[in-house]
């Protein structure tokens, strides 16, 4: 006690002094610095168990020189109607399935709600945004590849199963911290449940869930590109194609492309996020 006590008394001269420091997060020195210890030989052999081909290293490095000289260089021509075809497609699938993908979410987000919804109801839905949160979406694309065959009906499919999980929790949670004192202004006046719904709850919501459907238009796009690669359509299919016939040049025209418009829906999402709110 009297060690704590001298301790307190030395902090409060030093901060007299201006010399404070903030206390450690772990008090011992010896524990400190026997985690930090463990820490650094845990990280040296788990980087020494890892095996390492390096002629394949060696090899891929070449390929990897290669594949960024096709930057100064990309191919927008020779597989011009490829690359329009599947930016199309993944253009498609990316805004069919946000606009179905959000439909879908905001009844299952509202049961999520616990705060409006009745205890089954919002363990059914919890239990439904859990499930579409489990998986990546590569994972997804290939279930639904499986069962509806290769092309952009199962990439689109995939994409609006993943919108549900993505924008339902975000809006559950936005209902859950909403500020109660306007559902109970409305609710005094005698109105019905929807339009406590309409009049005091979508106010408060409406501003973020138009800024989370961009975003999640943005991330649509570029996942649109991934599943692709495991037949699921789109741009990503034509960049998969073009990488297994080593054609450098092309596959840098389409990441270009990709880049260019995910930036846009980058600065289109933020715009709109700004104006709502």
């Keep these: 006690m009297s060690e704590q006590v001298e301790a307190q008394t030395a902090r409060q001269q030093a901060a007299l002094r201006g010399q404070w420091r903030r206390l450690p997060l772990i008090e011992s020195p010896r524990l400190r610095w026997g985690l930090a210890i463990g820490a650094v030989v845990y990280l040296i052999l788990a980087l020494a168990s890892v095996e390492v081909d390096w002629q394949r290293v060696t090899e891929g490095a070449g390929r990897a020189v290669n594949f960024l000289g096709a930057f100064m260089r990309p191919d927008f021509v020779s597989r011009y109607d490829d690359i329009v075809a599947g930016l199309l497609e993944s253009l498609t699938m990316t805004l069919t399935s946000t606009v179905i993908g959000v439909l879908l979410a905001i009844p299952v987000g509202l049961g999520a709600a616990r705060n409006i919804s009745p205890l089954p109801?919002?363990?059914?839905?919890?239990?439904?945004?859990?499930?579409?949160?489990?998986?990546?979406?590569?994972?997804?694309?290939?279930?639904?590849?499986?069962?509806?065959?290769?092309?952009?009906?199962?990439?689109?499919?995939?994409?609006?199963?993943?919108?549900?999980?993505?924008?339902?929790?975000?809006?559950?949670?936005?209902?859950?911290?909403?500020?109660?004192?306007?559902?109970?202004?409305?609710?005094?006046?005698?109105?019905?449940?929807?339009?406590?719904?309409?009049?005091?709850?979508?106010?408060?919501?409406?501003?973020?869930?138009?800024?989370?459907?961009?975003?999640?238009?943005?991330?649509?796009?570029?996942?649109?590109?991934?599943?692709?690669?495991?037949?699921?359509?789109?741009?990503?299919?034509?960049?998969?194609?073009?990488?297994?016939?080593?054609?450098?040049?092309?596959?840098?025209?389409?990441?270009?492309?990709?880049?260019?418009?995910?930036?846009?829906?980058?600065?289109?999402?933020?715009?709109?996020?700004?104006?709502?709110?």
């Design 121 to 277: 109801i919002y363990f059914f839905c919890r239990a439904i945004i859990a499930v579409s949160r489990t998986f990546q979406e590569i994972i997804i694309a290939i279930l639904f590849v499986v069962m509806f065959g290769f092309g952009p009906f199962a990439g689109m499919i995939t994409l609006a199963f993943a919108t549900i999980g993505f924008m339902a929790k975000l809006l559950a949670e936005d209902v859950e911290d909403l500020d109660w004192r306007q559902v109970e202004a409305v609710r005094a006046t005698g109105a019905s449940w929807w339009q406590i719904m309409n009049y005091s709850i979508q106010p408060q919501v409406m501003p973020r869930l138009i800024g989370l459907s961009m975003y999640r238009l943005d991330i649509n796009f570029r996942e649109s590109s991934v599943i692709g690669i495991v037949g699921a359509g789109g741009i990503g299919a034509t960049l998969n194609t073009s990488l297994s016939r080593y054609e450098y040049d092309t596959s840098a025209a389409i990441l270009l492309i990709i880049i260019a418009i995910v930036l846009l829906c980058e600065y289109s999402s933020s715009h709109v996020r700004r104006w709502t709110q």
